[in-house]
Nanobody, 121 residues
Framework: QVQLVESGGGSVQAGGSLRLFCAAS????????MAWYRQAPGKLRELVAS???????SYKDAVKGRFTISRDNAKNTVYLQRNRLTPEEKAVYYC???????????????WGQGTQVTVSS
């Protein structure tokens, strides 16, 4: 079974830097894309950014230029980074990927458990 584990969340001071890490593990044939979503209190879960296996990156318009997503295909990891963090970034951040397990190579979406990010002043 493919598993996603996020780390890097917590309380971050306003103006500080946020760097989230997600690692996919298990018997994986291929990861087609990896992405970061977030869900703020009282809000719907929204896509922040995604990167496909070929390297193409997509950002939500509202966050373009504020977040950076990167991927290490060899390690099956994806990162999300932002400098100069603001209270608007308070949310639970979820790692997501579309992967093909080795046992059947059937593509499925997988979610991490989420990591909470709070911004303190």
């Amino acid at each position: 079974q493919v598993q996603l584990v996020e780390s890097g969340g917590g309380s971050v001071q306003a103006g500080g830097s946020l760097r989230l890490f997600c690692a996919a593990s298990g018997s994986i044939f291929s990861i087609n894309y990896m992405a970061w979503y977030r869900q703020a209190p009282g809000k719907l879960r929204e896509l922040v950014a995604s990167v496909v296996s070929g390297g193409s990156i997509s950002y939500k318009d509202a966050v373009k230029g504020r977040f950076t997503i990167s991927r290490d295909n060899a390690k099956n990891t994806v990162y999300l980074q932002r400098n100069r963090l603001t209270p608007e970034e308070k949310a639970v951040y979820y790692c997501n990927c579309n992967a093909q397990p080795s046992y059947d190579r059937a593509a499925n979406n997988y979610w991490g458990q989420g990591t909470q990010v709070t911004v303190s002043s």
